[in-house]
């Protein structure tokens, strides 16, 4: 492979990155990052969203 398909091929995944949101559960105070709106710590659905998250 060239150098210049590894320069394309690392662009590619630098724009396929994905960003999960971070939440803040109401009930529990506890943060974390992902898709589902359920808390991992205590599993209710009462979260909110305080920034926008990591890439992945």
């Given at each position: 492979?060239?150098?210049?398909?590894?320069?394309?091929?690392?662009?590619?995944?630098?724009?396929?990155?994905?960003?999960?949101?971070?939440?803040?559960?109401?009930?529990?105070?506890?943060?974390?990052?992902?898709?589902?709106?359920?808390?991992?710590?205590?599993?209710?659905?009462?979260?909110e969203?305080i920034?926008?998250?990591?890439?992945?």
């Open positions: 492979m060239s150098t210049v398909e590894n320069e394309q091929n690392a662009k590619v995944q630098k724009e396929n990155k994905v960003t999960l949101p971070k939440w803040r559960c109401k009930e529990c105070d506890f943060e974390f990052y992902g898709l589902s709106i359920v808390c991992p710590s205590c599993e209710m659905t009462d979260v969203e920034k926008v998250g990591r890439e992945i």
